[in-house]
């Protein structure tokens, strides 16, 4: 199957700091990917639609301006949690497909955010 | 938009037993449907997907079965065993401007007991 890889595996920061969160498509292309995030214990919830050249799509409830998406290749999106606090300590996880295969999404291995 | 309801949250069997977790969903747009098992700090692994022209699919011990006028679909694990246990997440996920993105049911906690 395809490869989607997530980098760092893990991250502990300081409140108030910026985090950035890659996630690559190793072997296929990506217009668009997705990232999910996942509280201890609970389900994935999508947060947005990363749209390769364009702005990505943010679900209801999630703040753009906090979290930062950049899809500037179709092998590279990226997410930055702006001022990080506690609240936002979480699995974060994104999803990727190639161009082509019908529905069967690619999870990358997750980043560990832990907010201090 | 989509809401998909997973049952039961937890489910133990004894080795040897047979694992059934259903899952509604609400959206008819709906046409695709994966399962995934889910390791504590691991990404979501797929196990068996179906897609709505489908009425069952089986592969091994695991089997997915969809009822698209009820708008159900479920997973049987026939003959578990240990290594089962995980959490599982059904999923649903809609074509055109949705291509790609998943709503997940709330998960249920497999515990196969040796």
């Known amino acids: 199957g395809a490869v989607v890889s997530q980098h760092p595996s893990r991250v502990i920061c300081k409140s108030g700091t910026s985090v950035k969160i890659e996630c690559r498509s190793l072997?296929?292309?990506?217009?668009?990917m997705f990232w999910y995030r996942q509280f201890p214990k609970q389900s994935l919830m999508l947060m947005a639609t990363s749209n390769e050249g364009s702005k990505a799509t943010y679900e209801q409830g999630v703040e753009k301006d906090k979290f930062l998406i950049n899809h500037a290749s179709l092998t590279l999106s990226t997410l930055t949690v702006t001022s990080a606090h506690p609240e936002d300590s979480s699995f974060y996880i994104c999803?990727?497909?190639?161009?082509?295969?019908?529905?069967?999404?690619?999870f990358g291995p997750g980043t560990r955010l832990t907010v201090l | 938009g989509e809401n998909v309801e997973q049952h039961p949250s937890t489910l133990s069997v004894q080795e040897g037993d047979s694992a059934v977790i259903k899952c509604t969903y609400s959206d008819s747009a709906s046409n695709y449907f994966p399962w995934y098992k889910q390791e504590l700090g691991k990404r979501p692994q797929l196990i068996i997907d179906i897609r709505s022209n489908v009425g069952e699919k089986k592969d091994q011990r695991i089997a997915v079965t969809l009822n698209k006028t009820a708008k159900h679909f479920s997973l049987h694990i026939t003959e578990t065993q240990p290594e089962d246990s995980a959490v599982y997440f059904c999923a649903a996920m809609k074509g055109g401007t949705s291509y790609g993105k998943l709503t997940f049911g709330q998960g249920t906690i497999l515990t196969v007991h040796p």
């Open positions: 999803s990727a497909g190639p161009t082509g295969v019908y529905n069967e999404q690619f």
């Open positions: 072997d296929f292309q990506a217009t668009t």
